[in-house]
């Protein structure tokens, strides 16, 4: 008698458990960047409060034009400076969201591609004469998909790798032009 249909119906119960903890330790991971989304969100929003409080009391103190120009010039080069690193901030939340999904991914895809060609070693031990071929095939089935992974694995990582140095030249670049408008020797 063949165990191939018990041994099927564990596999395929392991391997439902198995997306179950990946689902739910994504969804975790999830929370935990909307979680940290709404606090860089809520203080950057208290922030602004604040600092729009402190503009409005210091314009309706001003005088003459000359002091609302300074004024406009002290101011500038703080909020740019404010707004870059709330870019950097959010672009690091969104990455590190990134790189725990692919960790979870590529765990589970492990995990999977081992159970499986375990699963395809143990029911060839048990199957019938002749069918050598078919076995070769799913392990040839088996070998190209995780070459497959392996693949897009590599070019997601490259992908990430050249969008973080875009963003670290975009913030350069911002950077050089808010020192160029408004110069580190502002008149206070």
Same mark, same amino acid.
């Given at each position: 008698?063949?165990? !191939?249909?018990?041994? @099927?119906?564990?596999?395929?119960?392991?391997?439902?458990?198995?997306?179950?903890?990946?689902? %739910?330790?994504?969804?975790?991971?999830?929370?935990?960047?909307?979680?940290?989304?709404?606090?860089? =969100? @809520?203080?950057?929003?208290?922030?602004?409060?604040?600092?729009?409080? %402190?503009?409005?009391?210091?314009?309706?103190?001003?005088?003459?034009?000359?002091?609302? !120009?300074?004024?406009?010039?002290?101011?500038?080069?703080?909020?740019?400076?404010?707004?870059?690193?709330?870019?950097?901030?959010?672009?690091?939340?969104?990455? +590190?969201?990134?790189?725990?999904?692919?960790?979870?991914?590529?765990?589970?895809?492990?995990?999977?591609?081992?159970?499986?060609?375990? @699963? *395809?070693?143990?029911?060839?031990?048990?199957?019938?004469?002749?069918?050598?071929?078919? !076995?070769?095939?799913?392990?040839?089935?088996?070998? =190209?998909? =995780?070459?497959?992974?392996?693949?897009?694995?590599?070019?997601?990582?490259?992908?990430?790798?050249?969008?973080?140095?875009?963003?670290?030249?975009?913030?350069?670049?911002?950077?050089?032009?808010?020192?160029? !408008? *408004?110069? +580190?020797?502002?008149?206070?």
């Amino acid at each position: 008698m063949f165990a !191939i249909p018990e041994q @099927l119906s564990n596999a395929t119960k392991a391997n439902f458990d198995a997306q179950f903890a990946v689902f %739910t330790a994504l969804t975790t991971k999830a929370i935990e960047g909307v979680e940290k989304l709404v606090d860089l =969100n @809520l203080a950057a929003t208290r922030a602004n409060l604040e600092e729009s409080t %402190t503009a409005a009391r210091q314009l309706l103190s001003i005088k003459d034009p000359q002091e609302f !120009i300074n004024l406009s010039q002290a101011q500038a080069k703080p909020s740019a400076e404010k707004a870059l690193a709330y870019s950097r901030q959010l672009a690091n939340i969104a990455s +590190s969201t990134q790189n725990e999904f692919s960790k979870a991914a590529e765990a589970q895809i492990t995990d999977t591609n081992r159970k499986v060609i375990a @699963l *395809v070693d143990e029911v060839s031990k048990n199957a019938p004469a002749g069918s050598e071929a078919a !076995i070769a095939a799913i392990k040839s089935v088996i070998g =190209n998909a =995780n070459a497959g992974f392996e693949q897009m694995s590599k070019a997601s990582k490259q992908a990430m790798e050249a969008m973080e140095a875009n963003l670290n030249a975009v913030v350069a670049q911002y950077t050089q032009a808010a020192e160029k !408008i *408004v110069p +580190s020797s502002n008149k206070k």
